[in-house]
DNA sequence: CTGAAAGCGCTTACAG
DNA sequence: CTGAAAGCGCTTACAG
């Protein structure tokens, strides 16, 4: 055997003349704890800042810290301890401003009570919702905010009991209770297309997202009550429930214009949505009074300035994790249900006569 | 003593007639190997799906794992395995739309290879960069994707030599050997202040971020290397760098046009920058030329449409975790540096010409 | 086919 | 002031 190290069964000890750290493993405390000549726990009471360690021992410990490299991994304390200082959020799509928007402000709070966040997109795919939410239960998250995509969230079950907070945002929960942030989304589609009508619109229109989006579903009950409430008739064609596509949209307009009696009012159900119609419009130089559900960044730029019913993503978000962490500091309680108010942005294209 | 467990000296006995499950303390592979009447790597097997468990015994370990609603903590199945089949992003603002879209791109990427997003903004500001950074390697990410606000990475050194992967994004590292994915701020400020010139403008702007920023700084050079290759002088005057702000980009403006020879053409340095300068020009009745750096929802339909140089930050956002897991797959090799061009994007805004 | 022991990298509870 | 032992909830390596 030469005079190295090399006959020791375990390459865990640092010998002198060797490289202190090898690429690819980590020094654990262990390695500095052998490197200082201390015990681990020793350690871990410099790690931690804790008292009763004497200021020459800690500084060979911190010397020994320096010269390995050594990071404690907080992965393994957090499992010792039984928490993990983390989140879960899960949306639609972290690509759409107005969730985007949602996650900062879910983030801020995160942040302030010093958890992270994990976050991911169910593209309104409940499967995929599912299996986000149970990756993120697995890896033991405190808390998650769900934008839910499906309608059964019995799945969640063992995780609340287990003690996993969860609320639920946008959209309420499927068959279990739980908190949830919403907005009032009757009540927003009935203010637009009440101002519609208020401006002399009797055939109004709505474009919204598919049927089984919750949101979607609550906008066209507030579209049919605001027009029975204004003594307004109705037409099927008036009316179309789809995922947002040029194609499909397009189609529908033809339908309620091209027609001798043409649809003078349109809401749209959310802000895809109005950036498609508005698209669409601008290409057909149709001149038709238009409400947006949602706000838009430049929609005051644009010619007229588009009317909206606008939402308040960060506020919603921001709502949500604090009831999160409330519920994580040991706030008890029945199951809250908090719905937002909308607020009616008049710009212009909500304010076009009828022809 | 009475007949139940009570004199049990540790409670994780499940006893006939007591709640299978308590509230807040989850069930372990023990609880359910208890149950079942098995070992603990039995339960571990059926867990994992592995072969070698009678039918009989898998289904009376399936039987427990229902009854307890056993669910497997992966933190702890990740510690022993050492990987943690997770990825950090590190960003600026995940509710600036171009961000979010680089986000949700990477998120793709790290869905497909089955692996978490831990996720954090910056605000541009290198001391939550790095704190945000270290947090998500002291979980032992498997690797991160960094959009930096500071200029000194030499903090990831040991991260970096105990294996753990990164790539910056949009920006480049500061004082480390770093894979990165870039954009071409140069050229593709260049090709605006260009295009200016060619429809006459003699006179043109620059609208920058805070100069500290890589990218702001960058587009800079750009704008001079443009005026100089036109032939054109500058003045000081002309150019602004500074955090957006409507304020100090409407007093900029207004030391810009409100002079004997003002300015007619203007660069916008980012998304954010020319959604103020738009507004302000608007609120002036201003007739300027604009090119705007990055592309934004609805520029087209604005009146007229705006010119832009166009980034896709999808596509930066998916090349870089495709690099980053590349890397983690053990591609070697010298750090990459991968620059993506610029596209202009002809609207209107930019061909206006000049008085 | 099955399970007891050791270990991942830390902290807790306790004894010197 | 200091450290050895046990444990967090799993997997690995090995022996029956």
Redesign the pocket.
Known sequence: MSDDAAGSP?G?TISPGRPAMLSG??????DV?ARA?????????V??GE????A???DRVRAAIEALG????????L????QTASIGLVLEDIGNPFYSALARAVEDVAHAHGSLLFMGSSDEDPDRERTLTLAFCARRVDGLVIVPAGKNHTYLLPETTAGIAVVFIDRPAGLIEADSVLTDNIGGARDGVTHLARQGHHRSGYIGDALHIYTAGQRLHGYRDAMAAAGLRTEPDWVIMATPHPDTIGQALTRMLDRPEPVTGLLCGNNRISIIVLRELAARGARVATVGFDDFELAELLTPGITVIAQDPARMGQIAAELLFRRLCGEQGPAQRIELATRLVVRGSGEIPPP
């Not at 493993?25 to 262990?30: A, D, F, G, L």
């Not at 499992?79 to 039984?82: A, E, I, N, Q, V």
């Open positions: 375990r865990t493993c980590r020094p654990t405390m262990k704890a000549g201390v015990g681990l726990k020793t350690v871990s009471r790690v931690n008292a009763g360690v004497t020459d021992t800690a050594f990071r404690r991994n907080d992965s393994a304390r499992l010792r301890k039984g």
